[in-house]
């Protein structure tokens, strides 16, 4: 299904093309009870938006670095593949200070002042809520991305040979590279079309980005992406696998 795949934009065009229906992403936060199911197509109505929203609205160009101070999320899954989408690199953990852009969820927002361009909050409430209250110096990501349009195009194709990521300890990769790693990290986890894998991992390395949405999109399979997990009892863990039909587990 992706072998053509060049970026990872081109993975989820990919995906798109396959099976827009099948489940991608099944978010739970086991702090609040919230399950989000998110299909192929909404996932890329989402990062459709959001693309829109980085590219119109924040002005951001490609090259230009997001610090992405989020957790494991549906909304950092959707943010991850729209900077992809974008040619903007994703700096997941990145230092604000350092950044073109800053996405924060709101346990960082003091942290995120640092960047001096572009801030955007992410309440991260159930079903996408947003803040009762706007932090101040802040885009409130709830707010603005609901008017964006359905369909992203960029303005310039995105050069799979240009950087897409950097990782902790700074290590870059290309669009290329990204793709690559995806599938590699597929492979390595046995993913194959229509598998269904568990992740507790977090963003903030290449592993909990390759179990919480890499892999799977490179594979046709889904993530069963899971926040807070230590707090869920091992008991309900295992109807949690046997309920969303997990066959296996990051």
């Not at 989000?36 to 909404?42: G, H, M, Q």
């Not at 889904?222 to 869920?232: K, P």
């Amino acid at each position: 299904m992706t072998s053509t795949a060049r970026t990872p934009a081109d993975l989820l065009r990919s995906a798109l093309s396959a099976d827009p229906a099948r489940p991608l992403v099944t978010f739970y936060d086991d702090a609040t009870g919230e399950r989000v199911e998110l299909s192929v197509a909404t996932f890329g109505n989402w990062v459709a938006k959001t693309a829109n929203l980085i590219q119109d609205e924040l002005g951001a160009q490609p090259g230009d670095r997001a610090a992405l101070l989020l957790p494991a999320h549906w909304q950092t899954a959707v943010w991850v593949l729209a900077c992809f989408s974008t040619g903007v690199v994703v700096v997941p953990g990145g230092d604000p200070g350092r950044a073109d852009l800053v996405v924060s969820g709101p346990d960082t927002l003091e942290e995120a002042r640092a960047c001096s361009g572009d801030r955007v909050a992410l309440a991260l409430r159930p079903l996408g809520g947003r803040f009762p209250q706007p932090p101040e110096g802040f885009l409130d990501y709830a707010v603005e991305v609901p008017s964006q349009g359905d369909r992203f195009v960029p303005y310039a194709p995105v050069d799979a040979d240009a950087p897409a990521l950097e990782l902790p300890g700074g290590e870059e990769l290309t669009g290329a590279e990204v793709t690559g790693r995806a599938r590699a990290s597929a492979a390595a986890l046995g993913l194959t079309a229509g598998a269904r894998l568990l992740s507790g991992r977090s963003y903030d390395d290449w592993d909990g980005l390759a179990a919480g949405l890499l892999a799977p999109l490179a594979a046709g399979a889904s993530v069963v992406l899971c926040r807070n997990l230590d707090r869920l009892p091992r008991a309900d863990l295992d109807k949690r696998r046997e309920s969303e039909r997990v066959t296996h587990t990051a």
